[in-house]
């Protein structure tokens, strides 16, 4: 059974910085893409950061240059930096991942729980 584990949410003054955290576990053999969404009241779900495997990475236009995502493979953990957050940050934030849990690869999707991210103005 695979989890993904989100952590580092909270209440933050807008122009304030957040560290999430999603840890994946369980039966894994391969990763592929790691993402990073978010969901606000009313909204559909945004895909804001992508880390693949390969290295390549990107961001939505709406957190480029305030949001660094980050992977430690050694960890199964993707991380996103927030930095300068807006009102308009103020969402549900999930991790999604593309995991192979045995071999050969057949890749299936995980999604965390979701950590509440608010920002006040």
């Known amino acids: 059974q695979v989890q993904l584990v989100e952590s580092g949410g909270g209440l933050v003054q807008a122009g304030g910085s957040l560290r999430l955290s999603c840890a994946a576990s369980g039966s894994i053999f391969r990763i592929n893409a790691m993402y990073w969404y978010r969901q606000a009241p009313g909204k559909q779900r945004e895909r804001v950061a992508t880390f693949t495997s390969g290295g390549t990475i990107n961001y939505a236009d709406s957190v480029k240059g305030r949001f660094t995502i980050s992977r430690d493979s050694a960890k199964n953990t993707v991380y996103l930096q927030m930095n300068s957050l807006k009102s308009e940050d103020t969402a549900v934030y999930y991790c999604?991942?593309?995991?192979?849990?045995?071999?050969?690869?057949?890749?299936?999707?995980?999604w965390g729980q979701g950590t509440q991210v608010t920002v006040s103005s």
């Open positions: 999604n991942a593309e995991i192979a849990p045995t071999y050969p690869d057949k890749y299936f999707s995980y």
